[in-house]
């Protein structure tokens, strides 16, 4: 496809017990790409806005195949591109990407997509709500929030199957502390 991007990934790292968030670099692609002065000489920097999402292309017994998931980065952090994915029974894409995805490997992908995002609906408040899996658009879009020091009161409302299913917990608390204007509010719909 010709506005396919290619990604290498750089990390993948557990976040609860069946999502795991990869990392990736901009290993070469579309033109709306451009080297950055963060940036080593062979990466580039990924325009997006924080809720948007990218398709992925794979190549899974020998039929190629599509699936989107969300950026769960913020932009405000340049050469960090990541989305974490949740494993399910039956998700052909998802689940190769937990078996087979390892540091190094390369992916083609088309984006930035999407139009979900807190900065299209400018507001001085904002109600974030998410579950399981959902949450990966609203990390981007509450990391950028607390990266940029906006002064935008959040409150961020999350429910997942357990307690020991939040995703993102420790740096969800850590970010309600260190930031007045955020609250965060979880959910568990089982007792487990």
């Given at each position: 496809m010709a506005d396919d991007i290619f990604l290498q990934c750089v990390s993948r790292a557990e976040t609860t017990r069946d999502m795991t968030t990869f990392s990736f670099r901009i290993a070469g692609g579309a033109p709306e790409f451009s080297t950055g002065p963060e940036a080593s000489d062979d990466s580039h920097t990924f325009a997006?806005?924080?809720?948007?999402?990218?398709?992925?292309?794979?190549?899974?017994?020998?039929?190629?195949?599509?699936?989107?998931?969300?950026?769960?980065?913020?932009?405000?952090?340049?050469?960090?591109?990541?989305?974490?994915?949740?494993?399910?029974?039956?998700?052909?894409?998802?689940?190769?990407?937990?078996?087979?995805m390892v540091e190094g490997m390369m992916i083609a992908a088309t984006g930035p997509l999407g139009r979900f995002t807190y900065t299209a609906r400018p507001a001085e408040k904002y109600l974030f709500i998410s579950a399981g899996s959902g949450i990966t658009p609203v990390m981007s879009m509450l990391r950028s929030v607390t990266d940029s020091e906006l002064p935008l009161d959040i409150t961020f409302v999350h429910s997942a199957r357990s307690v020991d299913d939040i995703p993102f917990q420790e740096e969800l608390e850590d970010l309600a502390r260190s930031h007045t204007n955020v609250t965060l509010a979880f959910a568990a719909t089982r007792m487990v």
């Open positions: 997006f806005a924080p809720g948007q999402f990218l398709s992925l292309s794979v190549e899974i017994d020998g039929r190629p195949i599509q699936r989107c998931y969300s950026i769960s980065s913020p932009p405000t952090r340049p050469g960090t591109l990541s989305i974490t994915v949740k494993r399910v029974n039956g998700g052909y894409v998802s689940n190769w990407l937990h078996d087979n």
